[in-house]
């Protein structure tokens, strides 16, 4: 369920008039009564809330979810649970997309009466700098000039945030530092595809950043579309970075300047990623594993492997691999 720290919940609705929106077959009514009040991530849906599956890989979570109800296409609707309501559809990532409008329908703005803004009496915060209603600011924090700390933000104590930051739908912890410029909790980049064009899908998430946490300047670093995006503990991320919705980045991570990672990527604990290395959507990349510089990561990476070049391969083949090149164009002269 959406923090409502940071969104504004419509609802509940019939089930019946969410099936009409979408123009979906209720294929398994369940109860003819049935309420959905939220749209849920399938591992935290209650039975009264809605979840979606767009993708196969994703049938096995379906089925051991407590889900109210769900939107599927009609070749896996035997795959979800029995007490779940069934909303058959042609594309239930668009339709999930529009039922999250009706709960949501303004994701950007904070609830209509948030609770008063804490801030801790000790703390250090430029006059030109912006708090937000029902943000929380903790002891010797210090926040620069020009920046903006959105609605129900927590900051940690210790922080140190320099100037012109934005930060919202957020949660960080202790003595964070957050360089100039750096943008955290903006809208993933989230869409469905459609015969009218792409379809915007609300993002309702958060970012969860753990103590000790550096980011450098200008990096970005996108709130989740449902489930958080999450820097672990002690982790370092330089410049001009690119973290996408969903992702999970684990503990003491070093992440250099120009990396990009796509949304929903799984990083362990420990990982080193050098500089504009890029990471496709959905990749896990296992703890203590290293990416060298100008690395593309298509697939998982096991962990404690070093991997180099575009494709990713291990970097003895890579090596190799330029070996042979280079002797090849030897004897071409």
């Excluded at 099936?19 to 959905?36: E, K, Q, Y």
């Excluded at 070749?75 to 979800?80: E, T």
């Excluded at 700098?129 to 903006?148: E, F, K, L, N, Y």
């Excluded at 579309?225 to 999970?248: F, M, R, S, W, Y």
């Amino acid at each position: 369920m959406p923090d409502p720290r940071f969104y504004r919940r419509a609802g509940p609705f019939p089930l019946h008039e969410i099936g009409t929106r979408v123009s979906a077959i209720v294929a398994s009514p369940g109860r003819p009564d049935l309420f959905i009040t939220d749209i849920a991530a399938l591992a935290a849906a209650g039975g009264s809330e809605l979840v979606y599956v767009a993708d196969n890989a994703y049938l096995p979570a379906l089925a051991a979810s407590r889900c109210g109800a769900c939107l599927v296409k009609s070749d896996v609707s035997g795959s979800a649970p029995a007490h779940s309501a069934v909303l058959i559809v042609d594309d239930p990532r668009a339709a999930f997309a529009r039922i999250a409008a009706l709960f949501y329908p303004d994701a950007s703005l904070a609830p209509a009466n948030p609770p008063t803004s804490e801030i801790s009496p000790d703390t250090h915060i430029e006059s030109s700098a912006v708090v937000s209603a029902g943000a929380v600011i903790g002891a010797g924090t210090r926040i620069g000039h020009g920046t903006i700390v959105g609605p129900g933000v927590v900051l940690g104590p210790g922080c140190v945030i320099g100037a012109q930051v934005t930060l919202s739908h957020c949660i960080v912890g202790q003595r964070a530092v957050i360089h100039p410029g750096v943008r955290i909790g903006q809208d993933g980049f989230g869409f469905a595809p459609t015969s009218t064009g792409p379809m915007k899908i609300p993002q309702l998430g958060r970012v969860i950043i753990g103590d000790d946490v550096e980011i450098g300047a200008n990096t970005t670093v996108d709130r989740g579309a449902l489930e958080d995006t999450v820097i672990g503990d002690g982790t370092k991320i330089d410049n001009l970075v690119q973290v996408g919705h969903n992702v999970e980045i684990g503990r003491k991570c070093i992440i250099t300047a120009q990396v990009g990672i796509s949304g929903s990527c799984r990083i362990g604990d420990g990982v080193v990623i050098g500089g504009q290395g890029g990471l496709a959507d959905h990749v896990t990349v296992g703890a203590g594993a290293q990416i060298a510089a100008k690395t593309g990561v298509m697939r998982s990476i096991a962990p404690g492997e070093v991997v180099m070049g575009y494709p990713a391969r291990p970097i003895r083949q890579f090596w190799r691999e330029i070996a042979m090149v280079s002797r090849l164009t030897r004897r071409d002269k």
